[in-house]
């Protein structure tokens, strides 16, 4: 019965997952378009509704290009390890508190690993994978420099990233990210905690999904399409969805640490069920997580990129100083408090 | 009974079943009308030039270096952090003498010149002889 009710919830989130990861490339195409003043994709349905499917149907009918000097086994494993990787991260985030449905009562969050941040901070590692094993396997020249360049660029930003969790930690005390999130309870978010440290892991989330600011390893006007040149058809379009699901987990992820996860401030003092309480709680974090995802996009449409010295400067010696002076500060202050 | 990795074993397989679906569905109803001169590698539509796999940039493996030392610091920080209320003082104390080792070796990185990715350009030696004075012809453009 266990087996079967993890096995429902998995179908079940993966399912919604894929179809929010669908929407939120409309969401960026509608949005940028709002951004330059054009109109974006409105033909396909109500409102452009059902572009993703329209994409979809279009990226399965085309050819498939890979070049003969291709390393073939590679190229056709990365985008499957980039894809994958990037949707397993959201199975221990939680996304709800219990809830009690047909006489059983269901955790709102597929896996409670007692090593939450940890196991977070390994798949984000393993994603580097996807990247550098396409640019090198695809065998050009721009695609080569492109996962290069991201392997060196996710390299640098996990070390800000993984110090700025760790005042999180300190916090809550615990690794796991149910902890985390009850530690939050009422207005205690850690954004208020910790903002040096928000600032630092958002910044850092930015470089590891390679979004805008730090988009150098897609950099169009140098690089074509950075490492996946050489994709296309239904590859290609697992690299593309899997730069959404990345930045839809990031912000998940960040929801979790920082905005107080599921927790929806006040919600008690209306005298809801505790059924319901559950289902607006599950609203206000796929609210919280959309209203970051679009912060993702707003910051894509309106920033330049950075020179690669920039990056690189920026992350060893800004964001890695600062972020250690974070965990001092963190950790003087508990001290005084206690 | 299932273990919570094992229920993350089973995301990880329907996701990579998902994928691994896609792409078998696309290989079945796609066309597949190759021919040589679509299978050789993109290079703005030239021919390409030689091998992609070359020697790149030594400043890569630097930085690979560097980030593998502060990974291992910031493992070592994990079961700190975790557990650091409890220890108070000690834990606090131990951990800046942890730190300021490491600082040691992040400032000898930093004058180094390792953090720096735009190196100034290498200073190739120059005669000053006199005699030796090679004059480069001068070219006046048309």
Redesign the interface.
Known sequence: MELLISVIKIVVVMGVMLGIVAYVVLLERRLSAAIQNRIGPNRVGWQGLLQPIADVVKLVFKEDIVPLKSNRFIHDLAPIISLAVALTTFAVVPFGDKINLFGYDIKLQIADVNIGILFILALTSLGVYGLTLSGWSSNSKYALLGGVRSSAQMISYELSMGLAVLGVVMIAGSLQLDTIVEAQAGWKWNIILQPIGFITFVTAAFAETNRLPFDLPEAEPELVAGYHTEYSGMKFAAYYLSEYANMFVSSAIITTLYLGGWQVPFVHSFGFSDFWIGIIQVFGFLTKVILFVSFFIIIRWTIPRFRYDQLMNLGWKFMLPVSILNLLITGLVILLLS | ??T??G??F???L???L???A??I???V??????Y?S???????GEI?VG???VK?NIR?YV??L??LI??VE?VF??PW??????L??FA?IE??VF?SILFVG?AYV?VKGD?E??KPAPQLPSINSKQLKISTPQTTPD
């Not at chain 2, 109803?29 to 190759?34: D, E, S, T």
């Not at chain 2, 679509?38 to 703005?44: D, F, G, N, Q, V």
């Not at chain 2, 952090?81 to 409890?86: C, G, R």
């Open positions: 009974m299932l919570d990795f229920k993350v089973i995301f990880f329907i996701g990579g998902f994928v691994a896609g792409l569905a696309a290989w109803i796609r066309p597949k009308r190759w040589p679509k299978l050789s590698t993109y290079e703005c390409p091998d992609a796999i790149f890569f930085i690979a560097i980030f502060f990974d910031v920080l994990f952090a975790v557990v650091f209320k409890n108070g003082m606090f951990m800046l730190l992040y930093w953090l990715w735009d």
